[in-house]
């Protein structure tokens, strides 16, 4: 089982990566990302994640296996310098 971080949740693009990975069946959300929403639950802002995920969007990151960076154009390298991560 892998875990997964999404930087970004509250987007479009994260919101779908959410719908995506809550039922793979190899996979374990650990974290959704959110500078501006942290504190929600994702279903609040979008209501058809309901059934889907309760998770709470965070400003906090943690260790996991893979991380996708769902930002706007620029941005996932002003995050990444920001919040640098380990390669092993």
Known sequence: MKTVGIVGANGYTGSELVRLLAFHPNVSLRFLYSRSN??????????DLAT?????LTD??????????????KESQ???NENPISEE
């Open 38 to 47: 942290s504190g929600t639950k994702i279903s609040d802002l979008y209501p």
């Open 52 to 56: 889907v995920c309760e998770m709470v």
């Open 60 to 73: 906090k990151s943690e260790e996991v296996d893979i991380l996708f960076l769902c930002l706007p154009h």
């Open 78 to 80: 002003n995050w990444l």
